[in-house]
């Protein structure tokens, strides 16, 4: 099959938007089958697509929890781990007494067309986020991803225009917005507790490279091809996907190998990144926007089939004068440094995985006096969002019936992600770079500006879909 690349620039997705009767206009309200008088309690359908370690650890959980949404399909490529899903979240109705049959897809585009599906949750690899969120926003799905949005700069892009223009719900797994502590910390920041910020820095943890891998028969039950979507044909081996084992818990324990493969995933740089540079733009009142100026390195491996970054260091400069600092060697958090104090927030002692090294805090807030976390806010200061109950889904779920923004917006996902994704081309390029946040593209680099899109496998990728939807649009 063929890998192009696919040219696709902001403003042909503004002129597009502007159509009116095009395909991206929607109506900004919620499915008339939810509001109804025969609406079945109201409740809103829901669509799993992917059903591996993410979404059986935590998105379905976190769904299944929220008493006005029903999960009613769920999806994967792997044959037997939609089986399992299907069964789980079966059994989970079945206890509460609800009997609910679940439906079971291998192509997530067949469950788009249902009419009773009202929203999707994208719990994906890397790079499968950016194609089904496009097209369930096209086909008038509410949605919920995974981070990191995406995959590159361009797709960004392009999901953000197409999900606003179609006035769909969001929320990206940034989950951290909805945690307290990381609240209270952006709000102290934004409401000069520590003076002017002049530097955050930030530590995340790195993955191992990996041996050379033999190749290995496909599964029968796994549709391996389309797995790798727009990515190149390679051969198959069960450390570029996911586990194989006939013990349930150990299919969905371990983190899989397509983690540690920039094919499919950067690295830490977005695997976490994508959480902390979200706070630190929270923090910042930068998120809408990004970094001016970047500089960065890397380690590589130059053999294996693991070959995500390993030991880094990135400084991104920001127009408002702060400067963020990703290193491997700074504790897994985000500290606001600023002319009168800093403040340190993390998850406790939470690691990426079992094989990542902890935060080495106890403390999941911290700063450098006591008074700047003890003294309350004003009536007259600034107040973020906050998620009702701390609880991500249910500030998504909440978004749906209200029609009012979550925690995160396509734009503010866009923005943290390709805040990501610039740092990496820094790492690879290894030389200072000037970026335009406006225009998002490099100043006079056209290298630079090369990274920011990668080719797409035909008949699958985002930009490929988008084009399509303009197509479309365009009459």
């Known amino acids: ?34 509001l109804g008088a025969d609406a079945p309690s109201k409740k809103i359908n829901l669509l799993q697509i ?7 650890g935590m998105d379905l959980p976190g769904i299944l929890a929220q008493d006005r949404a029903r999960v009613v399909a769920v ?59 496009i097209e369930a926003a096209l086909a008038g799905k509410d949605i919920y991803v995974q981070k990191p949005l995406t995959m590159t700069v361009r797709e960004g892009r392009a999901v953000s225009d197409i999900v606003k223009a179609k006035q769909r719900a ?12 990381f609240r209270l910390a952006c709000e102290l920041v934004r409401n000069g507790r520590i ?37 190149p044909l390679m051969p198959y081996t069960e450390n570029r996907v996911h586990v194989q084992s006939a013990d349930a818990k150990k299919r969905y324990a371990d983190r899989p190998g397509w983690l540690r493969i920039e094919s499919y995933c950067l690295g830490m740089i977005t695997g976490w990144g ?34 995500v970054h390993g030991a880094y260091h990135v400084e991104s400069r920001y127009a408002n004068g702060a400067t963020v600092v990703i290193d491997h060697t700074f504790p897994n958090g985000i500290r606001f440094e600023g002319s009168d104090g800093w403040i340190f927030v993390t998850r406790e002692s939470a690691r990426a995985a079992r094989i990542d090294p902890a935060t ?14 003890r003294a309350p ?9 906050a998620s009702e109950n701390n609880d991500h889904h249910r500030d998504w779920i909440n978004s749906i019936l209200s029609r009012k923004p979550a925690v995160t917006t396509p734009e503010i996902a866009h923005r943290s992600t390709s805040a990501c994704a610039l740092a990496w081309i820094a790492m690879k390029t290894g030389r200072k770079l000037t970026w335009d946040p406006a225009q998002e593209r490099f100043v006079n680099d056209a290298a630079a500006d090369a990274l920011l899109t990668r080719a797409e496998r035909a008949p699958y990728g985002a930009l490929r879909t988008a084009a399509s939807a303009l197509r479309r649009a365009a009459g």
Request: aromatic share 8%.
């Open 1 to 34: 099959m063929k890998t192009t690349p696919i040219p696709f620039t902001r403003r042909e997705f503004v002129r597009t938007s502007m159509l009116g009767a095009g395909v991206f206009a929607l109506p900004n309200i919620i499915s008339a089958r939810l």
């Open 50 to 56: 992917g059903c591996g370690r993410i979404a059986r």
């Open 75 to 133: 999806c994967d490529l792997d044959s037997i781990r939609v089986t399992d899903a299907q069964r789980y979240v079966e059994g989970f109705y079945a206890q509460k007494g609800i009997p609910l049959k679940v439906a079971a897809y291998a192509d997530y585009r067949e469950a788009l067309q249902r009419a009773d599906i009202d929203a999707v949750a994208v719990s994906t690899p890397d790079h499968w986020h950016a194609q089904p969120v």
């Open 170 to 181: 969001f929320q990206i797994g940034s989950q951290q917005r909805s945690g307290a502590q």
């Open 195 to 231: 003076g002017k910020i002049h530097t955050v820095k930030i530590g995340l943890p790195i993955d191992p490279a990996g041996p050379v891998e033999p190749e290995m028969p496909v599964p029968s039950h796994l549709n391996y091809e389309r797995w790798l979507g727009s990515t």
């Open 274 to 307: 994508s959480h902390h540079v979200d706070i630190a733009h929270w923090g910042l009142d930068t998120e809408h926007t990004g970094p001016v100026a970047l500089v960065g390195r890397a380690e590589f491996p130059k053999s294996g089939l693991w070959n």
């Open 360 to 373: 080495g805090q106890t403390k999941a807030l911290t700063a450098s006096k006591a008074d700047i976390l």
């Open 377 to 385: 806010l004003g009536a007259k200061d600034l107040r973020l969002h």
